[in-house]
């Protein structure tokens, strides 16, 4: 099995920053594009950062120039960095990964839980 751990939320003023993490363990065989996701309320989850194997990010237009995505390979994890947030950015972030667990079985797309992220004065 494969679990992605999600951790980093909170609450914060607009204009604050926050780190998002995320660590992927279990049955990894290989880790392709990681990313990050979010879900405000009563709106459908959206893609806010990816990363790929070699490094290559996407940033959602919303978040360019203010989100950071990174990743650790040795410790199969992937970091949001948030900075000048906004009230927009409130959401549960959910961390993504393509995950190959074996010579035999394909890449299958993992979530964490997700995480609070609440942007308020």
């Known amino acids: 099995q494969v679990q992605l751990v999600e951790s980093g939320g909170g609450l914060v003023q607009p204009g604050g920053s926050l780190r998002l993490s995320c660590v992927a363990s279990g049955r990894i065989l290989s880790l392709w594009t990681m990313g990050w996701y979010r879900q405000a309320p009563g709106k459908t989850r959206e893609l806010v950062a990816t990363t790929t194997s070699s490094g290559s990010a996407n940033y959602a237009d919303a978040v360019k120039g203010r989100f950071t995505i990174s990743r650790d390979y040795a410790k199969n994890s992937v970091y949001l960095q948030m900075n000048s947030l906004e009230p927009e950015d409130t959401a549960v972030y959910y961390c993504?990964?393509?995950?190959?667990?074996?010579?035999?079985?394909?890449?299958?797309?993992?979530w964490g839980q997700g995480t609070q992220v609440t942007v308020s004065s």
């Open positions: 993504n990964a393509e995950i190959k667990s074996s010579l035999y079985s394909s890449r299958n797309d993992y």
